[in-house]
């Protein structure tokens, strides 16, 4: 049976990262739209709905990392795996625990998002909530899981990116912006980093396993260079934003931070070398989600 630590092991925390970052940009987005809309800040209106929306990102982020474990686990793609700890592939806990875990990591994020949808008056995006939990499933998921067809990164870029940025920034202010469509990008971008960090490792295993990964599709080239573009693109996308609101340029700060993770990706790191290139990107997406909140927030 599995300890507190090999759970926790599994939640991979090194991904979390991918969950609070969205948040914050969000939530930085939304505050400066509110107070440009009406030259004050309401914390009381903020707050709760950025911590709902942050209990939705955490939970989702947990539930698709433990049906990840089960689902690739039961297939026996985890058999031979160099990254990072699996509870169904190493036996350490049971199959239908882990799933039992990932379904109700899955269903916690449900009732969080119900809970913001209620607050907000939101009902159309029932439908967001529920495709997203059903991406979250099916990345590994279901007999045709789309994550062995090389379409991982999209969904990705979409449900940590698109979907949890704007839809953040939108329960908070109910209108839509660009600085929230330029950010929703950039942290998408950056959430699509993380995923090929682990699918650029696991590139030999999954050819093995028959797991068609957009890393495996790509090479190891076209993933390098992939890989390289999703860490320096959102630096990019910023530039409309600082120029319209130049505290903003505070992100750039994050620019070094990426300096390590492609020295060692475009070096031709492969296996175990990998694993530390995951917690720093993990660290650069997580400092530039922060200091841009923190710069939209001056």
């Given at each position: 049976?599995?300890?507190?630590?090999?759970?926790?092991?599994?939640?991979?925390?090194?991904?979390?990262?991918?969950?609070?970052?969205?948040?914050?940009?969000?939530?930085?987005?939304?505050?400066?739209?509110?107070?440009?809309?009406?030259?004050?800040?309401?914390?009381?209106?903020?707050?709760?709905?950025?911590l709902?929306?942050?209990?939705?990102?955490?939970?989702?982020?947990?539930?698709?990392?433990y049906?990840?474990?089960?689902?690739?686990?039961?297939?026996?793609?985890?058999?031979?795996?160099?990254?990072?700890?699996?509870?169904?592939?190493?036996?350490?806990?049971?199959?239908?625990?882990?799933?039992?875990a990932?379904?109700?990591?899955?269903?916690?994020?449900?009732?969080?998002?119900?809970?913001?949808?209620?607050?907000?008056?939101?009902?159309?995006?029932?439908?967001?909530?529920?495709?997203?939990?059903?991406?979250?499933?099916?990345?590994?998921?279901?007999?045709?899981?789309?994550g062995?067809?090389?379409?991982?990164?999209?969904?990705?870029?979409?449900?940590?990116?698109?979907?949890?940025?704007?839809?953040?920034?939108?329960?908070?202010?109910?209108?839509?912006?660009?600085?929230?469509?330029?950010?929703?990008?950039?942290?998408?971008?950056?959430?699509?980093?993380?995923?090929?960090?682990?699918?650029?490792?696991?590139?030999?295993?999954?050819?093995?396993?028959?797991?068609?990964?957009?890393?495996?599709?790509?090479?190891?080239?076209?993933?390098?260079?992939?890989?390289?573009?999703?860490?320096?693109?959102?630096?990019?996308?910023?530039?409309?934003?600082?120029?319209?609101?130049?505290?903003?340029?505070?992100?750039?700060?994050?620019?070094?931070?990426?300096?390590?993770?492609?020295r060692?990706?475009?070096?031709?790191?492969?296996?175990?070398?990998?694993?530390?290139?995951?917690?720093?990107?993990?660290?650069?997406?997580?400092?530039?989600?922060?200091?841009?909140?923190?710069?939209?927030?001056?």
């Amino acid at each position: 049976m599995a300890n507190l630590s090999q759970w926790v092991q599994g939640a991979r925390p090194r991904t979390l990262p991918a969950a609070l970052a969205p948040v914050a940009a969000g939530t930085g987005v939304a505050v400066r739209q509110l107070e440009e809309l009406h030259g004050e800040m309401d914390w009381a209106l903020v707050l709760p709905r950025a911590l709902l929306a942050l209990g939705v990102a955490f939970s989702l982020q947990i539930g698709v990392n433990y049906a990840n474990d089960y689902s690739d686990g039961i297939r026996g793609t985890d058999d031979d795996r160099v990254g990072p700890f699996r509870l169904t592939g190493s036996r350490a806990a049971a199959p239908g625990t882990v799933k039992r875990a990932a379904i109700l990591s899955l269903a916690l994020g449900g009732l969080f998002g119900l809970a913001l949808i209620a607050l907000a008056q939101i009902w159309w995006t029932v439908l967001v909530g529920a495709a997203a939990i059903a991406a979250a499933w099916f990345y590994t998921g279901g007999r045709k899981p789309y994550g062995y067809l090389g379409l991982g990164e999209l969904f990705v870029f979409v449900f940590f990116g698109l979907v949890a940025v704007n839809g953040t920034a939108y329960a908070i202010t109910l209108q839509p912006s660009w600085a929230a469509l330029l950010a929703s990008i950039a942290i998408g971008l950056l959430a699509v980093a993380l995923m090929l960090t682990n699918n650029l490792r696991d590139i030999p295993t999954d050819t093995l396993a028959g797991k068609r990964t957009l890393a495996v599709r790509l090479g190891e080239k076209g993933t390098r260079a992939l890989f390289t573009a999703t860490l320096l693109v959102p630096f990019v996308l910023m530039v409309p934003v600082i120029i319209v609101h130049l505290p903003a340029a505070l992100v750039l700060l994050a620019l070094p931070l990426a300096i390590g993770p492609v020295r060692t990706v475009l070096g031709g790191a492969m296996g175990r070398d990998l694993i530390p290139v995951l917690g720093a990107t993990g660290r650069l997406e997580l400092v530039y989600s922060l200091l841009l909140l923190i710069g939209l927030l001056i």
